[in-house]
């Protein structure tokens, strides 16, 4: 790797095209061992190291890799850290008893490992299927199953018929579940699901969505849309760096959790334009999936798809004007294969500016004056694609100094056949002829680093309360106040709390050290989640075990430089028991002793998401389900940050939608009509 690569590069930039195989080849001359990589990332160096950087009072941290690799044919593990800037490796250890995350290298052979397994031709002859080109699979990691436990690296099988290439498969789900060894590349056990003692047969209506289906049905009464902008976009980059009204921030990608957001501040035109720190560190950490359906094999249905298989791995190289519409910027996002390569996913993250609808307004009734500004929102977006399913991902920053996050959840539910004598209720809902769509949850585990104005954060749960002062009392004579309740969590166990509704319950992160100086509160950030439902599976259940961060809406940790997945570093084939987690513990260790969180750097682990009920209209594709989350100032600013924004005189490129100005041609339209400010 030559040095001047290495000087150029952002501390947060994700590994290189170069530097992958630089890395791979220097573990090569390491060991003797034969090795096939399961993961080549940027290991970010200490926090206290880079904030001193950053500060420009310590020397730029040397540049590492974190390396995840397997001996070929086996299933044993190897971790270590390869320093790029001095062409070292300073750590490689065994890791006894670990799965690492399935790559998609794993995934993509199982298909062909099937149609060609005798015990799964012979399954589907049973079930009238002769050609098995026409048969299909989706691998799946087996979640935990105590027939093998971790000895094995493990992936089942979940399978489908295709009446032609392109025929959608999830129309036609088979009702046995093939076990491949992935080390061993074969399959060793088949689970087959028999109703009354019958087999079920393969629904074969069809329910098609794809163009060359459909398109006779598409509607000629679209008109197009088109969003432009004639002298150029907003903001500017810098490598991975960008800058956009006042915010500024590093945009990292990795194979596990894809977009990661770095160094996060805002340079504040109300105090002289200083920079302000926000946030140190943003990421989706975790996620699960856990289906409610009670027979086996279902039990096992629970991706964790950050952590088992990696959201950046899966992600999709977005096309212009599909994925995002308007003026575009894109990065690459790059990966390790197997073979200790460079994978580019081109143009994985997209970076575009939207209209956000009205940012403030007022009219004055006495004399109609208004005052009307638009808001703006700059988007960074990944797609990405877990077998079935889409989730869309949008960071969005708003002209106010709102941050949201935002997935939008599409592409396909995941289907079982059912038995003639099967109703799909109450676990499930039957959007096709005998197929079920079993009930599901999505819940993501946001974390969230903050730095706001400074290292040392505390965090405040604040609940609206009413006041507890009768009506007719000194205190509350007409029985009308109310008040928000701030609640300092002080250690780790006070923090694991739940959302609650009817308290429309939020928590602030704030700097303890400087207070707003009218308000007379602290400089803080509003986490906002309305949308955080509870783990459904029970106490003691293998997802309730293996899922332990979903057990809570909120956690709060002191900041240590490993924690960064609160499901452990592995994730798949664990059972989440607590004799199990040596060595790769989680946030439910991470919080078994009550520490301080108080006035210290601490991490955020906010769940978010939504239980899915299965819908009719659901199938054959879904429309995208939203669920978002807010990062608000709260006392943050002097007062509102977008005074700045100038109000609009017109609307620009905005026309009438009818020559007369009205539909109905009721009233004339006068110039003061045609402004947005008079």
């Known amino acids: 790797m030559p040095s001047k690569d290495v000087v150029a590069m952002h501390p947060f930039d994700p590994l290189s ?15 003797p061992l034969d090795l096939c990589f399961n993961t080549i990332t940027l290991h970010e160096p200490p926090k206290t190291e880079l904030l001193a950087y950053f500060q420009s009072n310590g020397p730029k941290p040397d540049r590492k890799a974190l390396v995840i690799a397997l001996e070929k044919g086996t299933p044993q593990v190897h971790e270590a850290i390869v320093n790029i800037t001095t062409s070292t490796v300073e750590k490689f250890v065994y890791r006894p008893g670990m799965c690492p995350t399935i790559s998609l290298e794993d995934l993509e052979m199982v298909e062909s490992i099937v149609r060609s397994d005798p015990g ?25 199953d105590k027939r093998w436990g971790a000895k094995r690296r493990m992936q089942q099988a979940l399978m489908y018929y295709r009446e032609s290439p392109t025929d959608n498969q999830y129309a036609h789900p088979l009702d046995f579940c093939p076990i491949v060894d992935t080390d061993a590349q074969k399959v060793i056990e088949i689970d087959i699901r028999s109703v009354n003692g019958e087999r079920t047969p393969i ?5 098609n969505y794809l163009p060359e289906f459909v398109a006779e049905t598409y509607r000629p009464d679209l008109k197009p849309i088109n969003i432009t902008q004639p002298e150029g976009v907003s903001f500017q980059m810098n490598g991975n760096e960008i800058e956009w009204t006042g915010f500024k921030f590093h945009i990292g990608f990795n194979a596990r959790e894809g977009i990661v957001l770095n160094n996060i501040r805002y340079a504040d035109p109300q105090e002289g334009g200083k920079d302000r720190s926000m946030f140190y560190r943003l990421s989706i950490a975790e996620m699960v999936v856990p289906y409610g359906e009670p027979s086996a094999p279902h039990h096992r249905k629970h991706a964790f798809d950050v952590g088992e298989y990696g959201m950046g791995a899966m992600t999709n190289s977005l096309k212009l004007g599909c994925d995002c519409k308007g003026s575009i910027h894109y990065l690459d996002g790059v990966y390790s294969n197997r073979r200790g390569e460079a994978v580019v996913i081109p143009q994985a993250i997209c970076i575009h500016e939207e209209d956000a609808g009205i940012l403030f307004k007022h009219t004055d009734f006495r004399d109609g004056k208004c005052v009307v500004a638009r808001n703006r929102k700059l988007v960074v977006s990944q797609v990405f694609t877990a077998a079935n399913y889409e989730y869309c991902i949008y960071w969005n920053f708003f002209l106010d100094g709102t941050i949201q996050v935002e997935l939008k959840l599409t592409g396909m539910l995941n289907t079982y056949c059912l038995h003639p004598t099967e109703e799909a209720a109450p676990w499930g809902t039957e959007v096709g002829e005998r197929i079920t769509a079993h009930n599901h949850q999505h819940i993501f585990c946001l974390r969230i680093d903050p730095q706001v104005d400074g290292v040392n954060n505390s965090v405040m749960q604040s609940d609206a309360m009413p006041s507890p002062h009768p009506p007719g009392s000194e205190e509350n004579p007409y029985g009308n106040a109310f008040f928000c309740q701030k609640t300092v969590l002080k250690t780790t166990a006070e923090a694991a709390c739940d959302y609650n509704h009817e308290t ?20 803080a950030f509003k986490i906002v ?7 459904l599976a029970q106490p003691g259940s293998l997802v309730w075990n293996r899922a332990g961060f979903a057990r809570h809406t909120f956690w709060v940790t002191p900041y240590q430089d490993d924690q960064l997945y609160p499901a452990g570093r592995y994730v798949p084939q664990t059972s989440g028991l607590e004799n199990d987690l040596e060595g790769n513990f989680n946030i439910i260790t991470w919080t078994k002793e009550a520490a301080n969180i108080e006035n210290t750097d601490v991490v955020c682990w906010l769940n978010f998401g939504l239980t899915h009920f299965p819908r009719a209209e659901d199938f054959p594709v879904m429309p995208t389900e939203p669920v978002s989350i807010l990062l608000r100032p709260t006392n943050f600013f002097k007062q509102n940050p977008a005074l700045d924004i100038r109000p609009l005189q017109a609307q620009g490129e905005s026309q009438y939608a009818f020559e007369n100005g009205k539909e109905n041609g009721n009233g004339e339209v006068t110039e003061a009509m045609k402004k947005c400010c008079v």
């Not at 629904?203 to 329910?207: I, L, M, R």
């Not at 989640?529 to 783990?535: A, D, K």
Request: hydrophobic share 35%.
């Open 504 to 523: 429309s319950r939020t928590w602030d992160i704030v700097n303890p050290s400087k207070m707003h100086p009218t308000a007379k509160k602290p400089v």
């Open 120 to 144: 799964v031709i012979e399954q589907c002859k049973i079930l009238g299927v002769e050609d098995m080109s026409k048969v299909y699979c989706d691998a799946w990691t087996i979640g935990f």
């Open 529 to 535: 989640s309305r949308e955080s439902p509870r783990l």
């Open 17 to 31: 095209v170069s530097e992958i195989p630089f890395v791979a080849d220097l573990l090569r001359q390491h060991t």
């Open 203 to 207: 629904p074969k209506k069809q329910y």
